[in-house]
């Protein structure tokens, strides 16, 4: 998971940042400001300043925060003069908004603040729908307001065009002051408490929050309109309370919570996706009747307090150190025990380099707290937990260099006029363990007042520990703990270590198997020392691995030398390894069979090895067995099962039967020896080892297994190519959704939640471990998805919309189909590899839109659904979602922390030679924005740095071709070509708008060194006709094939693709890989499909795969093609 960031405030204003990557507090890069207290999301943090004005800090990304604004002009026509500006009466505006109501000129739309720029002046939109207008973007109607076409007809009497401009937030990296309204009666009184949250409210890719205020009059405020395109909000709206409230603490999800001066504690009522706001107050009594409540923090289902005795808190009263509460988990919620943060600041150390950046903050809201409760309680023994210090000890602090004067030590005091209070802290147990906590839904609040408080006993014992370290095996998120700090006048000096007043984990994610270096101080090392060890960087440790490792390989070789004409002792050897598993049977009656499995491994006087599987079964009391040779096995493919640990084994004729042999283990830890043993044989009996050459063939299937194959001199050979169905496949660890290579070694991938990957250069990893798995390059790597079901209902004269269907209906509990029953207790996560990490919620970005509660409307079941209700719409349904978490690791590096939808590779020209430039990589977010990778090469294939390149709507897919030609599709469905993209110029210069086919959306495109191709969303496969080098957007559409969901262009122009169903002798696969032949240069399109591997296949790559076949005499002759091969067959 990208790294995530924790806020705090020292005593003297001051605010300071620690990264989980690092172990060091860093100073605030805008600090001019003293502070009382933030509170902090994964990408800004909000705080109050010691002006009692609010400030929000939003932190740098290489992607710009962009709002487009948007006027019409309106013209009427006139039987004189034609379209003109004079309207009549009743008309709308002359310029106005889209629903022409409100007056808009062009002149009249000003900037909200000052942290907000143009990009460019006013131009019009000239793109209507997917299609390009006529000159000048006017698009007509009979009158107003009407639908508006592109085309002018006879009885078009108005037209009116779209002016448009961005604008771009300016103010990030620095604390930008919140405005406030001219008019004194609306200015709110000044704050002296804030909370941020709600991030899980809306789901993105709105990117709301929720912010909370208090003032000093003890009145509640809410900023309204806050979101990742605007982070500053538009204004600040009260909230009547039913007393003066002194503190609030705001949840990522609906959970809102408040303290009055009395001592009770307030729970915000009806909080959701319409309403962020709430409706109503109700009132929740302390935990004893004389000891109020002083302080309150809610995560997403437990809320901490502190009561005037002083149960718990966050901060040590007498050491002023930072704690975090260990062991919180779903089934423990009060956790553990506490551990002091013993890490220094930045302006402490002798040496200049941080191993932490606030810039890995950088990243969109909620990320690293919805992944933060994921994994399983840990049944840690608790002796192995290192008990706090007691509030009375002091902390073995960092020793310290006073050669180097703190940054910002000499900031005064924060004054005499602050009151004292107590601390407390957040713990944020798992999302999908909402019924351990407290539960503030609006079914539930009626009983909020009833649920018991538990009391944190703070009696531990008081030891100073050699170490701090940890056991740390629960994952759990921070949020705000606070206290005001005491008027101090002078500022603690180099040798003291620091002393905090507020901390804010908001945007702070700690899971088991990242833990942060925060907890552990090395004893008996020097100071010198202890700073040396930790300025040693990873990749300095690996380095010297790697050196060292060569020098033994090396050592090794020359002492085996002397013993090369020794003969070999042993020249022929057998082993065998035999256990239990269930295979498929292929004939009546089609079930799974217990059988006895053997593999016999044997190697040769040449010291080859080769294997045989052996399958013995019984049928009719009669023993009889099948075998496969394993050197004539293609691939073997982990099987996508709810309840079996199953994988299946693709020989070529059973590749073009659609026919496996099917296997399941009972544990899975068993199939991933059987696994790993299989592969290392198949492996071995090919001789194909180690890393993929750089010019692999990449494909992933349907569950996420990553694939790759090694390209043969024939596979695109003009001339008796070889099958598709005869290439080897080995699986790489990891999990992802795509991934992109070029032949240079560049290789990129895609998780289902967006994250990107780089390859490391190593293989293995997951259940591949020992032999098949390299020993370094290995990482830990984590993925989430959602499953969806939906929910039916059709409506009834008399109850209206009910779960009762008609008998022909589908199911009123189904998936996306209908036709498979789906219930939410029966739904089970894809495979047994994956865990639940949410409980169900309502999935409002369905396409065609949703009301406030999620339905879409039709008119019966199955038909094309919208958002609202008509007379005609008497079915409806609704999407639900759960998230699921899968772990596992691989040769994959996370690149933060822009999350990403697609992304592209150039592929190698085959005619480019070696050179010094670096390679252009293009990828879409999954907020829509085209970026730019930097500095990408072969020494570094993650690059450097991302470069926004502006775009007029949000665009889904991206390729960029041989010769720097870029393509990409927009989400209307439309293509576009950016110009001018040179290795000097990355960028290019503008956008080209392409129509797309005839009623068709777009929705992929793949470039190669001269072809493009297009994929729309009914399965259409397009070829782009008449490109040239002076006209590089090309013609026209022209149609190849359907039954494809996924197409790759690679260096050759060769074309691959993912076919939807492809029928075998014996089944259907869904999801085979297949090849285009016959593509040559007179013959761009190709002329047939050869079938390969399938099914269960969702992506391919070949756009690093420039092995052209050796010449030969008779290749100007024309292929044979067979007649079957004329398209992906569809039933």
Known sequence: MPNSVLWAVDLFGRVYTLST??????????????????SATTQCCWGIACDNQVYVYVCASDVPIRRREEAYENQRWNPVGGFCEKLLLSDRWLWSDVSGLQHRPLDGVALPSPHWEWESDWYVDENFGGEPTEK??????IDFPATYTRDKKWNSCVRRRKWIRYRRYKSRDIWAKIPSKDDPKELPDPFNDLSVG????MEEPVGRLSVWAVSLQGRVWYREDVSHSNPEGSSWSLLDTPGEVVQVSCGPHDLLWATLWEGQALVREGINRSNPKGSSWSIVEPPGSENGIMHVSVGVSVVWAITKDRKVWGIGCEDRAVYFRQGVTPSELSGKTWKAIVVARECDRSHSGSSSSLLSAGCFFGDEVRGSGESAPSDTDASLEIERPGPGQPLPAEPLDDSRNPTGSSASGPGADRTTEDTMEDARPAKGSREAGLDAHSGQDSTLSELPWTSIDLKEPKKVPSHLAAGFSETTSLSSLGVLPLGLEEPYGADDHPLWAWVSGGGCAVEACAVPRWFTVQAGLSPSVQTLSLSITPAQTAAWRKQIFQQLTERTKRELENFRHYEQAVEQSVWVKTGALQWWCDWKPHKWVDVRVALEQFTGHDGARDSILFIYYVVHEEKKYIHLFLNEVTALVPVLNESKHSFALYTPERTRQRWPVRLAAATEQDMNDWLALLSLSCCE?????????PQAIWSVTCKGDIFVSEPSLDLEAHEQPLPCDQMFWRQMGGHLRVVEANSRGVVWGLGYDHTAWVYTGGYGGGCFQGLASSTSNIYTQSDVKCVHIYENQRWNPVTGYTSRGLPTDRYMWSDASGLQECTKAGTKPPSLQWAWVSDWFVDFSVPGGTDQEGWQYASDFPASYHGSKTMKDFVRRRCWARKCKLVTSGPWLEVAPIALRDVSI?????????????????????????????????????????????????????SIGACYQVWAVARDGSAFYRGSVYPSQPAGDCWYHI???????????????????????NGNLWYRQGITPSYPQGSSWEHVSNNVCRVSVGPLDQVWVIASKVQGSHSLSR????????????EPKGQGWDYGIGGGWDHISVRANATRAPRSSSQEQEPSVPPEAYGPICC
């Open 906 to 958: 150039i592929p190698e020209s085959p005619t480019a030679e070696g050179s010094g430039h670096s390679i252009a990589l293009w990828a879409v977010s999954d907020k829509g924005d085209v970026l730019c990778r930097l500095g990408v090469s072969e020494l570094n294939p993650a690059g450097s740095s991302w470069l926004h390149v502006g775009t007029d709507q949000p665009f889904m897919s991206i």
């Open 198 to 201: 709600g991030w899980e409210i």
């Open 685 to 693: 009996s090919r001789k194909v080892q180690g890393r993929p050459s």
């Open 136 to 141: 000048g973007g006017w698009t007509y109607a």
């Open 995 to 1017: 129509p797309p086919p005839l009623r068709q959306r777009l929705k992929q495109v793949s470039v190669g060194q001269t072809s493009v191709y297009a994929l729309d969303e």
């Open 1071 to 1082: 999801g085979t890989v297949c090849h285009r032949t016959g593509v040559q240069p007179h």
């Open 21 to 38: 990557a690092g172990q060091y507090w860093e100073l605030c890069k805008d600090a001019h400001l003293e502070f009382k207290r933030v």
